[in-house]
């Protein structure tokens, strides 16, 4: 059973530069399809950034592109997501997703929860102005 788990986040003012970590066990697949998800209050949880461990495709949301940075290190089984020039709009709770494969990585398919069964227990980052 794949599980994932995320940390980082908390408070940041903004204009700040927090990481983000995700360290995944229990691979069955080779390659995954993995991503960074968010949930921002009142709104339904969204994907801003997502990547293919086989191939090394990277995809990012026009809303955090050039701003969020996606990266792996595949000895310690991490998973980081820098994020750079934080806006209050980018506050939410963020979480650490993955799925078997690389269908969900797919034609977009990344962006969208639903096509990822594993999760991480999500970690709220509040930006403040």
């Known amino acids: 059973q794949v599980q994932l788990i995320d940390s980082g986040g908390g408070t940041v003012q903004a204009g700040g530069s927090p990481r983000r970590s995700c360290i995944g066990s229990?691979?069955?697949?080779?390659?995954?399809?993995m991503a960074w998800s968010r949930q921002a209050p009142g709104k339904e949880r969204e994907g801003v950034v997502g990547i293919y461990t086989g191939g090394g495709a990277i995809f990012y949301a026009n809303s955090v592109k050039g701003r969020f940075t996606i990266s792996r290190d595949s000895a310690k089984n991490t998973m980081y997501l820098q994020m750079d020039s934080l806006k209050p709009e980018d506050t939410g709770i963020y979480y650490c997703?993955?799925?078997?494969?690389?269908?969900?990585?797919?034609?977009?398919?990344?962006?969208?929860?639903?096509?990822?069964?594993?999760w991480g227990q999500g970690t709220q980052v509040t930006v403040s102005s």
């Open positions: 997703a993955a799925a078997d494969g690389n269908g969900a990585c797919l034609d977009g398919r990344w962006s969208a929860p639903r096509n990822f069964n594993y």
């Open positions: 229990g691979w069955t697949y080779y390659s995954n399809c």
